[in-house]
T-cell receptor, first 112, second 108 residues
Framework: NAGVTQTPKFQVLKTGQSMTLQCAQD?????MSWYRQDPGMGLRLIHY???????DQGEVPNGYNVSRSTTEDFPLRLLSAAPSQTSVYFC???????????FGDGTRLSIL | AQRVTQPEKLLSVFKGAPVELKCNYS??????LFWYVQYSRQRLQLLLR??SRESIKGFTADLNKGETSFHLKKPFAQEEDSAMYYC??????????FGDGTTLTVKP
């Protein structure tokens, strides 16, 4: 099993561009989440989903959109990239909210 | 609101010394607490969860509801324990909160 797969691994964008970070899991997990990791600030929850068709905002949702049309996929969209969104982004999935999360390798995103 | 605090950003100990990484939480319900670890160039992975009450790689963590703490302990640190450690509070509603993380360095 691949587990949680994130693409791309690295990306450089210009301010104002849009892009989608992809996340897929093959463990049939209902719960999926997106985090950003910034130095000294730990992991902050952007958006999460408790099943296909259901999404909700986390701690830092502004500037990001998500959708969950299938159980497997949970893409994160940056609508108009800003330098403040330079970060490492992690996707995670779990069987339920109280079960351990499985993480992807992360996407390192730089906004110029 | 749920909150997780890891007061030490950096922790350095010598090999063979005891180590304790602190974690305090606030949550009005019954918490599900975890420790995750990120070794260099690896993805975040589960180290411990409070409900299992087991020892992994020599680490243990006890949930103290009175002090709202979930400290991670190991009696004899090893160099391979050097990593970033995150304490996390998860809820069945799907919303997770992580602490800021503690970077542990074990010196030879």
């Amino acid at each position: 099993n691949a587990g949680v797969t994130q693409t791309p691994k690295f990306q450089v964008l210009k301010t104002g561009q849009s892009m989608t970070l992809q996340c897929a899991q093959d463990m049939n997990h209902e719960y999926m989440s997106w985090y950003r990791q910034d130095p000294g600030m730990g992991l902050r929850l952007i958006h999460y989903s408790v099943g296909a068709g259901i999404t909700d905002q986390g701690e830092v949702p502004n500037g990001y959109n998500v959708s969950r049309s299938t159980t497997e996929d949970f893409p994160l969209r940056l609508l108009s990239a800003a330098p403040s969104q330079t970060s490492v982004y992690f996707c995670a999935s779990s069987y339920s909210g109280t079960q351990p999360q499985h993480f992807g390798d992360g996407t390192r995103l730089s906004i110029l | 609101a749920q909150r997780v605090t890891q007061p030490e950003k950096l922790l350095s100990v010598f090999k063979g010394a005891p180590v304790e990484l602190k974690c305090n939480y606030s949550y009005s319900g019954s918490p599900e607490l975890f420790w995750y670890v990120q070794y260099s160039r690896q993805r975040l992975q589960l180290l411990l969860r409070h409900i299992s009450r087991e020892s992994i790689k020599g680490f243990t963590a006890d949930l103290n509801k009175g002090e709202t703490s979930f400290h991670l302990k190991k009696p004899f640190a090893q160099e391979e324990d050097s990593a970033m450690y995150y304490c996390a509070l998860q809820t069945n509603a799907g919303k997770s909160t992580f602490g800021d993380g503690t970077t542990l360095t074990v010196k030879p």
